[in-house]
């Protein structure tokens, strides 16, 4: 059934005129937007920019290397989970700890662990330049270290094989000059009667060894450095 001419439509045409005005209106819109864009693309870098920049924010200007025009991708990589190792509250707490020297129950430990001479002697000496002790200067704690006195003095008690070798620099790390001199030695070599019953006795050397030194006793070679060299 046809519609009557009472329906205000024509027979054969679709669509009102104020859609048709609609359509016409977006098309020709469509038509400016290709042919300003066409103008954009072809006119200068200059002019373009000028153009693009008024209507648009972040337009590179010319000359703008298209490596930097790029919008990079930033990845965010997760760190990687704690590795789990076996290390306990204890550890931490040695690991912070300055090293100590070994504790000795008994001096026969203490003894033990130092070095000794052939004879069985504790070799202080040694046991400085081992790092096993570390004497202070003095009692004082403001006590100055005294400077080491490399100067060997050479003793001929007139028996072949008996001479003596006295090591400065071995006493002087423990010594200052005047704990010896010129209460117990004299300045000058050869000015003291020197014996070894007065050193059994306690005189000369006598003062430190047996006492807080070897023994002269089982340390003959320590002294008398010619004593077994054949």
């Not at 045409?13 to 020709?28: E, I, K, M, N």
Request: net charge negative; charged share 25%; with cysteine.
């Amino acid at each position: 059934m046809r519609p009557s001419a009472s329906d205000g439509r024509s027979p054969g045409r679709r669509g009102s005129p104020s859609r048709r005005g609609s359509v016409a209106v977006a098309f020709l819109g469509i038509c400016l937007c290709g042919l300003g864009a066409t103008w954009i693309v072809g006119c200068a870098p200059e002019t373009r920019y000028r153009v693009l920049s008024t209507v648009f924010d972040g337009v590179p200007p010319p000359g703008t290397p298209k490596l930097d025009r790029r919008r990079r991708r930033v990845v965010r990589e997760e760190p990687p989970p704690p590795v789990e190792e076996d290390v306990t509250a204890e550890d931490l707490a040695l690991a912070v700890q300055e090293p100590r020297a070994p504790r000795y129950e008994t001096y026969a430990a203490l003894y033990a662990a130092l070095p000794q001479d052939v004879m069985r002697n504790i070799d202080w000496v040694a046991a400085a330049e081992q790092g096993a002790i570390v004497p202070l200067p003095g009692p004082d704690p403001e006590s100055l270290e005294s400077p080491i006195l490399d100067h060997d003095v050479h003793l001929d008690p007139g028996i072949p094989g008996f001479e003596v070798v006295f090591p400065h620099a071995a006493h002087t790390y423990w010594l200052r000059c005047d704990n010896c001199h010129p209460a117990i030695f004299a300045m000058r070599a050869g000015a003291d009667p020197i014996s070894m019953e007065k050193i059994f006795e306690g005189e000369y050397c006598g003062k430190c060894h047996g006492k807080v030194a070897f023994p002269p006793q089982t340390g003959c070679q320590r002294c008398h450095v010619n004593l077994g060299r054949g």
